[in-house]
């Protein structure tokens, strides 16, 4: 896959466009992961209250004993995520900026937080790609195999210089399709 090109980037990104140019800082698992998620899910839903249809920690920081870059990921289901006026104002005005908006892409939108290093994934309730993501976390926590080779295979690709973070998730593609593949429901 061809790397992303500042000109794609700028058009879902909110603000300045920043190359990474580097290799990906990732850390052990650390166990007070899960504390600075249940801080900043008290903070969101002070913060939005009602709004909140759903509040969940994911990807790697989410799963015991991964590796990870040191980003809490965090998911938010709300009524319409690309209704902003219900959410972004409050969520800016607490000190999480807007800094992804990809409307061609289920409605996401990413906040960054004031404080505590994370990524805030917002979409509408009921979306395929947060159900997506719920189900590749609960695999890998159940799935000692995949969550090894997940590690390697990250670990592996961290150490390239990737001119955008998104470059080297995008590089993961084929191993986490192949877990997803193994991951999914036998209905």
């Known amino acids: 896959m061809p790397p992303i090109s500042d000109d ?11 190359p990474h140019s580097a290799p990906i800082e990732l850390a052990d698992y650390d166990p007070q992961w899960p504390a600075r998620y249940a801080g900043e899910e ?12 759903r509040l969940e920690h994911v990807g790697s920081t989410s799963v015991p004993g991964l590796a990870a870059k040191p980003i809490i990921d965090m998911l938010l289901l709300v009524p319409d995520s690309a ?3 219900a959410y972004v104002p409050a969520m800016e005005a607490a000190g999480y900026p807007l800094r992804v908006r990809e409307p061609d892409w289920f409605e996401h939108r990413l906040f960054k937080g ?11 309730d009921g979306c395929p790609e ?13 799935n000692d195999d995949d969550r090894d080779h ?12 990737w001119r955008h973070v998104q470059d080297y998730a995008e590089a993961k593609t084929e191993v986490v399709a192949a877990i997803m593949a193994r991951a999914q429901p036998n209905d």
């Open 8 to 18: 794609d980037l700028q058009r879902v990104i909110v603000g300045e466009v920043r």
């Open 83 to 85: 209704d902003e006026a």
């Open 114 to 124: 004031p404080d505590t290093n994370i990524n805030l994934h917002v979409f509408t």
């Open 150 to 161: 997940y590690a390697a295979t990250k670990r592996a690709l961290a150490t390239r210089t």
């Open 42 to 53: 008290q903070r969101v839903r002070a913060v939005l209250g009602p709004v909140v249809r």
């Open 130 to 142: 947060a159900d997506r993501m719920l189900r590749f976390r609960d695999w890998l926590r159940a």
